[in-house]
């Protein structure tokens, strides 16, 4: 009888000779298990690793969040992606990263998956109102100026998060979704594709169609919204996300707010 195959490895030959990127992805680090592919990728880069090259793995013992959350993702089936980029950015631009990310999976997981994907600000993917994936960017300094990026992402798969009570009221996966297992393979190499045509659209300075797409994605624009921001509670209508990706709202006093990072809560549709 067959030994039952309890999950797929990612198939590192298949995806080299399927990459249609020119560097990103071009150099693969695949681990079984590691700590956090952001921390291995914040490591190599320091070490002088080029641009594009990635960090992947089956699984996590410290996958991370935002403010030292936990990330959790069960062995083998999901994607856990780290992507090194050196991008001539200043500090303040660092957001657009993410956003070339989050257009990137929207996009794919709308063309190729079929799915209803939309950004919530600031580093979240949706699906029907729950997470189907977190960006996680990180960087160095020197000088005042950028000298890599490490762009984590996390997107589920083929994760039933019905088995994860810490999460499974807010989280959802593609499977989950689409009724069916999703080939990790063929989604890695869409995502690697769609992110340098993105990433290589805000090399020239295209930050404008960049932002547009990100708004024509969004769940949280024209909604009235509660924000968590570094202990502080924002109430208001979400209006706009500037260059820099600060969330813009309109305060019941009419007064405009910019908020720089924060937990959104969508309250209802705005007439
Ligand atoms: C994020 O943080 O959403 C960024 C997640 C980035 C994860 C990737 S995986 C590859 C790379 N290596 C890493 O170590 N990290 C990156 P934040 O917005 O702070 O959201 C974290 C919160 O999302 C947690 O506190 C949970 O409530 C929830 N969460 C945890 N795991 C989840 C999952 N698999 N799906 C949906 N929600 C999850």
């Not at 659209?201 to 509660?226: I, M, P």
């Not at 009419?254 to 705005?270: A, F, M, N, P, T």
């Amino acid at each position: 009888m067959k030994e039952e195959k309890l999950w797929d490895g990612f198939h590192l030959g298949s995806i080299k000779n399927n990459l249609k990127t020119s560097y990103i992805g071009k150099k693969i680090y695949y681990y079984d298990v590691t700590d956090s592919t952001n921390i291995k990728a914040k490591e190599l880069a320091m070490d002088g690793e080029k641009e594009g090259s990635i960090i992947l793995a089956e699984a996590q013992t410290a996958g991370r969040g935002r403010l030292k959350r936990k990330w959790l993702s069960p062995k083998g089936s999901n994607i856990l992606l780290s992507v090194i980029l050196r991008p001539r950015l200043e500090l303040k631009e660092v957001f657009l990263i993410t956003m070339v990310a989050s257009v990137a999976i929207a996009k794919i997981v709308r063309s190729h998956i079929k799915l209803a994907a939309e950004i919530k600000w600031p580093n979240d993917i949706y699906i029907k109102g729950k997470k189907v994936c977190g960006i996680l960017t990180e960087f160095n300094t020197e000088k005042e100026i950028i000298d890599f990026i490490v762009l984590g992402v996390g997107i589920n798969v083929n994760f039933n998060t019905a088995f994860y009570p810490e999460i499974k009221e807010v989280a959802t996966s593609l499977s989950m979704e689409k009724g069916k297992k999703i080939s990790r393979n063929k989604l890695l190499l869409q995502f690697l594709f769609q992110l340098e045509k993105e990433y290589e659209e805000l090399k020239r300075k295209k930050v404008e169609e960049l932002r547009k797409s990100w708004c024509d994605y969004s769940c949280v624009l024209g909604k009235n919204v509660t924000i968590e921001s570094f202990g502080t509670i924002y109430y208001g209508k979400a209006l706009n996300i500037d260059k820099e990706g600060s969330l813009i709202i309109q305060n019941k006093e009419g007064q405009l707010e910019r908020i720089l990072s924060g937990d959104v809560q969508v309250k209802s549709i705005s007439p």
